[in-house]
């Protein structure tokens, strides 16, 4: 009689093996998938798509459709983690089940139907359900089992018990799909107890972590947490654009309908009309920071979902939004402009970044500002690339800083963690600390001028200006003041449009 471990000794891990490795194919698939499904239902919900009760109907059966299939992709997900740790079981148990046949031959033990030697009791019953009772009082017998039986060549044995454990876990998960569906209300009433509408919010999370939760949500889901807790997801690094966008919009209409005059009023009052003008002229602007109580902003011209290079513009002193934002907005449009001339065609986004409070002239000459702004920096980079790696492959970034905001730059760079970025320039720096090769960006440009005093100051370390900083010189002209690097009748603005789409030689 062939016993269970001979059996499993013949078994074809390989080709389990590459089963699971398909399927966790088919699961990574299916979240850009969806993310394409859930940007067309938001484009049917706009009047300038498809209006009307067929337009509503179509966006709201793009919405089934995407909860459906976030389900599925859930459930994939924690059928993976089952399988996965199957295999393991099945390929360890395979090369202990050949092990204890050639020990049992060897030293002449007689093995039973079992495949136990005749005077041991057999192992549990492997049918157990994970979770109850029994199963745990199981789980603990299987290893002291394996435990007294290894110099026996027995552990094969529970082992096998352990991998049909295993087996019952992917199927326990994937049994929220309840078996074949009829059809697709059918499935979508099947998901609907095991997913529900309004999830908490996640504690405070890091970008990576923050993200996968917002990809695991449902578009409904999604929206409800928009809805619920706009001030929270306009805030969250690592969520996709469209999402803070949407957020920080309700939170400014909140704004100005009950901030008095002062200061908080002043700002978000120039937040409303740059994006008013912006969605007048028919242009794509995303509100991705709005905290009017601390004075920080960050748009984004161009759509950063789906942009293949990205400009993030970060300034130095004396700037702020209520004063400043219509220019920074400028720079960053005309920076736009400068990266399609050198790309037609290429997908860009150029970002307003103020999302720490600049120092004024006699912060100036401090690291204050730039220590605690650098971490926020670094932070909202993190949170783009982990929002994008969600969806697919990640946009090129450049970090566009100027003066000041040079400084808390190279302090972002110091951060824990790599810079999430893939090139990092330089605008007339009063210094900062260390040297190019320590800013963790792949290219580092600099440009300064002898007419620009800022640039040659080194108030916190060596600048572009010193020849041992390592940088790639863009170039400049001769009388070009502080002020003038994104000036469009300079060279400077289409040298750093090279470096935003990568095509600037580095060397």
Same mark, same amino acid.
């Given at each position: 009689m062939t016993t269970p471990v001979a059996q499993l000794a013949g078994w074809d891990v390989d080709r389990l093996r590459s089963g699971v490795g398909l399927l966790s194919g088919v699961a990574d698939r299916l979240v850009p998938w969806r993310t394409r499904l859930d940007a067309l239902?938001?484009?049917?919900?706009?009047?300038?798509?498809?209006?009307?009760?067929?337009g509503t109907a179509a966006a709201a059966a793009l919405v089934e459709l995407s909860t459906v299939a976030s389900g599925v992709s859930g459930a994939l997900t924690d059928s993976l983690v089952g399988l996965q740790d199957l295999v393991t079981a099945a390929s360890e148990a395979q090369e202990e089940a050949a092990g204890a046949l050639a020990a049992a031959a060897a030293a002449g033990v007689t093995l039973d139907a079992a495949g136990q030697p005749l005077d041991l009791p057999p192992p549990p019953d492997p049918?157990?359900?994970?979770?109850?009772?029994?199963?745990?009082? =199981?789980?603990?017998?299987?290893? !002291?089992?394996?435990?007294?039986? %290894? +110099?026996? &060549?027995?552990? $094969? *044995?529970?082992? /096998? #018990?352990?991998?049909a454990l295993a087996a019952q876990t992917p199927l326990a998960a994937i049994g929220v799909l309840g078996g074949a569906a009829a059809g697709f209300d059918d499935l979508a009433v099947r998901l609907a107890p095991a997913f529900p509408l309004v999830p908490v919010s996640p504690p405070?999370?890091?970008?990576?972590?923050?993200?996968?939760?917002?990809?695991?949500?449902? =578009?409904?889901?999604?929206?409800? !947490?928009?809805?619920?807790?706009? %001030? +929270?997801? &306009?805030?969250? $690094? *690592?969520?996709? /654009? #469209?999402?803070?966008?949407?957020?920080?919009?309700?939170?400014?209409?909140?704004?100005?309908?009950?901030?008095?005059?002062?200061?908080?009023?002043?700002?978000?009052?120039?937040?409303?009309?740059?994006?008013?003008?912006?969605?007048?002229a028919g242009r794509t602007a995303q509100l991705l920071q709005f905290d009017p109580g601390a004075g920080l902003v960050a748009v984004s011209l161009g759509d950063l979902d789906t942009a293949a290079a990205v400009g993030v513009l970060v300034p130095g002193i004396n700037t702020t939004a209520a004063d400043d934002l219509d220019g920074?907005?400028?720079?960053?449009?005309?920076?736009?402009?400068?990266?399609?001339?050198?790309?037609?065609g290429l997908a860009v986004a150029t970002v307003a970044w103020l999302g720490?409070?600049?120092?004024?002239?006699?912060?100036?000459?401090?690291?204050?500002?730039?220590?605690?702004?650098?971490?926020?920096?670094?932070?909202?980079?993190?949170?783009?690339?982990?929002?994008?790696?969600?969806?697919?492959?990640?946009?090129?970034?450049?970090?566009l800083a100027h003066s000041y905001g040079t400084t808390l730059a190279g302090e972002a760079a110091r951060a824990p963690g790599r810079l999430a970025a893939d090139a990092l320039v330089l605008l007339g720096s009063p210094g900062l600390r260390g040297e190019a090769e320590d800013l963790e960006a792949a290219e580092v440009y600099g440009a300064w001028s002898a007419a620009d005093p800022v640039s040659w100051l080194n108030w916190f370390g060596d600048t572009p200006s010193d020849p041992s900083f390592g940088d790639v010189p863009l170039p400049t002209e001769a009388g070009q003041g502080h002020s003038d690097y994104y000036d469009r009748d300079r060279p400077t603005l289409a040298a750093m449009g090279e470096v935003v789409v990568g095509v600037r030689d580095g060397d």
């Amino acid at each position: 009689m062939t016993t269970p471990v001979a059996q499993l000794a013949g078994w074809d891990v390989d080709r389990l093996r590459s089963g699971v490795g398909l399927l966790s194919g088919v699961a990574d698939r299916l979240v850009p998938w969806r993310t394409r499904l859930d940007a067309l239902g938001r484009q049917l919900g706009g009047a300038e798509c498809w209006s009307g009760p067929a337009g509503t109907a179509a966006a709201a059966a793009l919405v089934e459709l995407s909860t459906v299939a976030s389900g599925v992709s859930g459930a994939l997900t924690d059928s993976l983690v089952g399988l996965q740790d199957l295999v393991t079981a099945a390929s360890e148990a395979q090369e202990e089940a050949a092990g204890a046949l050639a020990a049992a031959a060897a030293a002449g033990v007689t093995l039973d139907a079992a495949g136990q030697p005749l005077d041991l009791p057999p192992p549990p019953d492997p049918l157990l359900p994970p979770g109850h009772a029994e199963g745990v009082l =199981a789980v603990r017998y299987a290893g !002291q089992l394996a435990a007294a039986q %290894a +110099a026996e &060549g027995t552990a $094969a *044995g529970a082992r /096998a #018990w352990a991998a049909a454990l295993a087996a019952q876990t992917p199927l326990a998960a994937i049994g929220v799909l309840g078996g074949a569906a009829a059809g697709f209300d059918d499935l979508a009433v099947r998901l609907a107890p095991a997913f529900p509408l309004v999830p908490v919010s996640p504690p405070h999370l890091g970008p990576v972590q923050t993200a996968h939760w917002w990809a695991g949500l449902t =578009a409904s889901e999604q929206q409800a !947490q928009i809805d619920t807790h706009p %001030a +929270a997801v &306009g805030g969250m $690094a *690592g969520l996709p /654009a #469209w999402a803070r966008d949407q957020a920080n919009r309700t939170a400014l209409e909140t704004a100005m309908r009950e901030l008095p005059a002062g200061d908080e009023r002043a700002m978000a009052e120039a937040v409303a009309h740059q994006l008013a003008d912006e969605d007048d002229a028919g242009r794509t602007a995303q509100l991705l920071q709005f905290d009017p109580g601390a004075g920080l902003v960050a748009v984004s011209l161009g759509d950063l979902d789906t942009a293949a290079a990205v400009g993030v513009l970060v300034p130095g002193i004396n700037t702020t939004a209520a004063d400043d934002l219509d220019g920074m907005l400028g720079d960053a449009r005309d920076l736009g402009s400068a990266a399609a001339d050198a790309a037609p065609g290429l997908a860009v986004a150029t970002v307003a970044w103020l999302g720490y409070r600049t120092p004024g002239l006699v912060g100036a000459p401090f690291l204050g500002a730039a220590s605690r702004g650098g971490p926020a920096l670094d932070r909202a980079l993190d949170g783009l690339a982990a929002a994008r790696a969600e969806q697919g492959p990640a946009p090129r970034t450049t970090v566009l800083a100027h003066s000041y905001g040079t400084t808390l730059a190279g302090e972002a760079a110091r951060a824990p963690g790599r810079l999430a970025a893939d090139a990092l320039v330089l605008l007339g720096s009063p210094g900062l600390r260390g040297e190019a090769e320590d800013l963790e960006a792949a290219e580092v440009y600099g440009a300064w001028s002898a007419a620009d005093p800022v640039s040659w100051l080194n108030w916190f370390g060596d600048t572009p200006s010193d020849p041992s900083f390592g940088d790639v010189p863009l170039p400049t002209e001769a009388g070009q003041g502080h002020s003038d690097y994104y000036d469009r009748d300079r060279p400077t603005l289409a040298a750093m449009g090279e470096v935003v789409v990568g095509v600037r030689d580095g060397d």
